[in-house]
């Protein structure tokens, strides 16, 4: 069964850091391209990260570049999001998705709240 699953969520302040992981089961991440998005109630989804599978490029939009870190643990079948220097405009629910052809997976979502 595929399944993508986020943790790490939670309330942190402003400047803090938080780690989300989207552990995958029932595909392996290296061969999907991996994405975060978030979406802020009212707000259209927003892409944040991207890591691309097999060799692992990656991407951010500018609204995160040089704050987040998307990486991948191949063994732990796993996809972080690494954020820094949290702002209050980041409070959001987080999400991953995977994609590889015809296959689009999202993952339930992690909520963030950034507040002090």
């Known amino acids: 069964q595929v399944q993508l699953v986020e943790s790490g969520g939670g309330l942190v302040q402003p400047g803090g850091s938080l780690r989300l992981s989207c552990a995958a089961s029932?595909?392996?991440?290296?061969?999907?391209?991996m994405r975060w998005y978030r979406q802020a109630p009212g707000k259209e989804r927003e892409f944040l990260a991207q890591?691309?599978?097999?060799?692992?490029?990656?991407n951010y939009a500018e609204s995160v570049k040089g704050r987040f870190t998307i990486s991948r643990d191949n063994a732990k079948n796993t996809v972080y999001l690494q954020m820094n220097d949290l702002k209050t405009y980041d409070t959001a629910e987080y999400s991953c998705?995977?994609?590889?052809?015809?296959?689009?997976?999202w993952g339930q979502g992690t909520q963030v709240t950034v507040s002090s």
């Open positions: 029932g595909f392996t991440v290296s061969m999907y391209n």
């Open positions: 998705r995977a994609t590889r052809w015809t296959r689009d997976y």
């Open positions: 890591i691309t599978s097999g060799g692992g490029n990656t």
